[in-house]
T-cell receptor, first 117, second 112 residues
Framework: GAVVSQHPSRVICKSGTSVKIECRSL??????MFWYRQFPKQSLMLMATSNEGSKATYEQGVEKDKFLINHASLTLSTLTVTSAHPEDSSFYICSARPLGGVQETQYFGPGTRLLVL | GNSVTQMEGPVTLSEEAFLTINCTYTATGYPSLFWYVQYPGEGLQLLLK?????DKGSNKGFEATYRKETTSFHLEKGSVQVSDSAVYFCALSDGGYQKVTFGTGTKLQVIP
């Protein structure tokens, strides 16, 4: 089946630094990728939707200057957490919709756990 | 707005026990409903889905029926196995749009 990878799987960084998380669709092309955030014992919250070659659409309350999303190719999207702070510590999950896929089909990555000290 | 509420876990069952994980939703219009499963160290995988009222989704022995009158989509399995241990997420997608709203997830642990 379709596989989505994320790198890194875990990252620890100091407050004030920036962290980049990669999301790749390994065996399919993805027109749309989604970025979610999950706090402990809470549901996945959609942060933004990115389409290849265009600007990402951010959900209400998500700071676009803090969470930079780039979808430069049909197989890669990146999320950069800029000037990270401890409250940004969370589990970040991406998903990808295949090119020509059914509207509601998404394949999820395994997630990246970010800890900001 | 849309929301999904599912029972808190963890749920611990013995092998071959009957499983029910409750899920209710709030949505405008006629959403599609999903159950996703996340095995340890892996990404979420679609387990089953139903797109209209009274539809029953099924896969790998799991079933869930879209109940519009009670706005529910409870997950059931007649006989669980150790390999079913995972986190289960109930979710909905409002028709015609790509946004998926998730519940908080329910961790299932099946012991031999």
């Amino acid at each position: 089946g379709a596989v989505v990878s994320q790198h890194p799987s875990r990252v620890i960084c100091k407050s004030g630094t920036s962290v980049k998380i990669e999301c790749r669709s390994l065996d399919f092309q993805a027109t749309t990728m989604f970025w979610y955030r999950q706090f402990p014992k809470q549901s996945l919250m959609l942060m933004a939707t990115s389409n290849e070659g265009s600007k990402a659409t951010y959900e209400q309350g998500v700071e676009k200057d803090k969470f930079l999303i780039n979808h430069a190719s049909l197989t890669l999207s990146t999320l950069t957490v800029t000037s990270a702070h401890p409250e940004d510590s969370s589990f970040y999950i991406c998903s990808a919709r295949p090119l020509g896929g059914v509207q509601e089909t998404q394949y999820f990555g395994p997630g990246t756990r970010l800890l900001v000290l | 707005g849309n929301s999904v509420t599912q029972m808190e876990g963890p749920v611990t069952l013995s092998e071959e026990a009957f499983l029910t994980i409750n899920c209710t939703y709030t949505a405008t219009g006629y959403p599609s409903l999903f159950w996703y499963v996340q095995y340890p160290g892996e990404g979420l995988q679609l387990l089953l889905k139903a797109t209209k009222a009274d539809d029953k989704g099924s896969n790998k022995g799991f079933e869930a029926t879209y109940r519009k009158e009670t706005t529910s989509f409870h997950l059931e399995k007649g006989s669980v196995q150790v390999s079913d241990s995972a986190v289960y997420f109930c979710a909905l997608s409002d028709g015609g749009y790509q946004k998926v709203t998730f519940g908080t997830g329910t961790k299932l642990q099946v012991i031999p």
